[in-house]
C-alpha cells in the first residue's frame, strides 16, 4: 500500500510564495506520475500541475507561470512551488500518485492541505 503525505500549507497574503511538499511511500514500485489537484467547497477537484516520470509536466492555464513543480532527489517526492499567489488559489491541495503494477493501473491521494491566500 502507498501513502502520500502533503505538507507546507498555510496562510500567506496576496503576492506571497508558498512550497507544498509531497513523499509517496512507493518502495519498489515505480511511479509513473505524481501530481497536485485543488478543491474548494462546491467546486470538482481540479488538476494544478503533474509531472511524468519522464520529466514531462502540465499546469492548469490558470496557475501557468507562476506554479511550478518539480522532482525531489526521489522519484516519490514531488514538490509545488507557488508564487504570486491570489486569492483564488484558496484552496485544500491534493496530492496524487499513480503507478502500475503490471497492466492494472493504481493510484493513490494524500489527505490534502489548506492554503489560504488572503487579500
Known amino acids: 500500500q502507498v501513502h502520500v503525505v502533503e505538507s507546507g500549507g498555510g496562510l500567506v497574503q496576496s503576492g506571497g510564495s508558498l512550497r507544498l511538499s509531497c513523499a509517496a511511500s512507493?518502495?519498489?514500485?515505480?511511479?509513473?506520475?505524481m501530481a497536485w489537484y485543488r478543491q474548494t467547497p462546491g467546486k470538482q477537484r481540479e488538476l494544478v500541475a503533474i509531472?511524468?516520470?519522464?520529466?514531462?509536466?502540465n499546469y492548469a492555464d490558470s496557475v501557468l507561470g507562476r506554479f511550478t513543480i518539480s522532482s525531489g532527489t526521489a522519484e516519490d517526492t514531488v514538490y509545488l512551488q507557488m508564487n504570486s499567489l491570489k486569492p483564488e488559489d484558496t484552496a485544500v491541495y491534493y496530492c496524487?500518485?499513480?503507478?502500475?503494477?503490471?497492466?492494472?493501473?493504481?493510484?493513490?491521494w494524500g489527505q490534502g492541505i489548506q492554503v489560504t491566500v488572503s487579500s
Open positions: 496524487r500518485a499513480d503507478w502500475r503494477i503490471g497492466p492494472t493501473p493504481y493510484d493513490a
Open positions: 512507493a518502495r519498489a514500485l515505480l511511479i509513473n506520475s
Open positions: 509531472k511524468t516520470i519522464g520529466g514531462d509536466t
